[in-house]
């Protein structure tokens, strides 16, 4: 199989949960000889990309937007994906030629869910509303004024509207109030800034605590006390070191336990993963995708020489300190001393553990040109995404949910 970077965008619903996600891909070099189009080249990738490394194990449970070319629409190359795990997106480029529309109706009758993408509705492109179920409205650098211009005629048609390339939470906010149904971009990962207004004291209290944790010069009996002074943090920690995953042949009955069996870099992790949990204000994705991050940060260092696992997991946890806190990074970290390769890794990239903090948050965003780690292959970047996400359902679903 054709290597590729395989990743994935969220979306989001109203009330910020995640009803979605949009696959990024990125094939190697593009040799195709049956394809007349690079296009198509791309769409063949992503096929065997779902066969070879299975759809749940990028998206679990939720949907999976999968951008569909031409070819495909036509029925010229088969689509081996069942119906109820994804929604065919058209991409812009695609004519609505009576060949493409005949191939979007047999689609939905097979109950596939079609979207199209950066739609502008004209004379030419009216027809595709005719077989969408959602149309994705670019909103990126539009005020509110030029948006509802675009979405008012759309109204007369039975699709569900999503906002796509929002970046800020005052462009949510717009688009929510104007009345998208999906909401897709960066906006989530960002601090939402109100000037003048300091950290609150519950959250002065949490980076204190976060510090000391994270302080080297912390004892075990030190981390200890910590631990054991939360009640809630206390039985996270023994939740988890009790789940499946760790095959324990007796139960883990003690924070002291705990910390012998697991060490005290990962229990200080963990426990800092346990309180970030705790602001209680933010979607809980945001929250997905530190730990996300975290576990990526920590899988890249694994093949990086001088880069310990366990303090690229901190940088990548940490990166999104910024949005859980609403302040920007340099104040976040005034309250949070930490030791000077992390902090240069989160403010300035620098570094080791900036450099996979960097290739980390390109993968993210699917900025393929910037992903590059320490000469790693593209397989162990994509195999520690991938590593990351699966790590990151099993702690969401035996930790977060379940203990709710």
């Known amino acids: 199989m054709q290597d590729v970077y395989i990743g994935r965008q969220p979306i989001y619903g109203r009330n910020l949960d995640v009803y979605a996600y949009e696959l990024l891909f990125r094939g190697g070099l593009v040799d195709f000889a049956d394809f007349a189009e690079g296009d198509r080249a791309t769409s063949q990738v992503i096929l065997n990309a779902f066969t070879e490394i299975g759809l749940d194990r990028v998206v679990g449970e939720r949907l999976a ?46 109950g596939y869910t079609i979207a199209l993408d950066d739609f502008v509705l004209t004379n030419d492109t009216e027809g595709l509303l005719e077989v969408a179920d959602i149309v994705k409205v670019d909103c990126l650098d539009l005020g509110a004024d030029e948006i509802k211009k675009q979405v008012e005629p759309l109204r007369r048609f039975p699709v569900k509207l999503l906002a796509e390339k929002i970046e800020t939470q005052e462009q949510f906010n717009v688009c929510r109030d104007i009345g998208f149904d999906y909401f897709q971009g960066f906006f989530l990962s960002r601090p939402n800034v109100i000037h003048d207004r300091g950290l609150g004291a519950n959250r002065v209290n949490l980076l204190r605590l976060l510090a000391e944790l994270q302080d080297p010069a912390s004892t075990f009996d030190r981390v200890h006390d910590l631990v054991s002074q939360d009640v809630a943090l206390s039985y996270k920690l023994l939740r988890h070191i009790n789940t499946a995953a760790y095959g324990l042949r007796r139960r ?23 309180l970030l949990a705790s602001v209680d204000d933010k979607p809980h994705d945001l929250l997905m995708t530190s730990m996300l991050r975290g576990k990526m940060c920590a899988l890249l260092a694994a093949g990086v020489d001088e880069v310990e696992m366990h303090r690229a997991f901190t940088v990548g946890l940490f990166s999104a300190l910024d949005a859980l806190m609403d302040c920007p990074m340099t104040l976040v970290l005034e309250k949070l001393p930490l030791a000077e390769d992390i902090r240069n890794a989160l403010l300035d990239r620098k570094g080791g553990l900036g450099e996979v903090l960097a290739t980390t948050l390109a993968y993210e965003r699917g900025d393929w040109e910037s992903v590059s780690c320490s000469g790693l292959s593209r397989g162990q970047i994509k195999a520690a995404f991938l590593g990351a996400v699966e790590w990151v359902e099993v702690i969401d679903r035996e930790l977060f949910h379940l203990a709710a």
Do not use: Q
């Open 252 to 274: 883990i009955e003690s924070v002291r336990e705990t910390l012998v069996y697991l060490g005290l870099d990962t229990v200080r992790n963990l426990a800092c993963l346990f």
């Open 65 to 110: 937007f999968l951008n569909l070319t031409r070819g495909f629409i036509i029925g010229e190359y088969p689509l081996p994906i069942p119906h109820e795990k994804v929604v065919l997106e058209v991409l812009e480029d695609v004519r609505p030629e009576p060949v493409v529309l005949a191939g979007l109706r047999d689609l939905k009758s097979r």
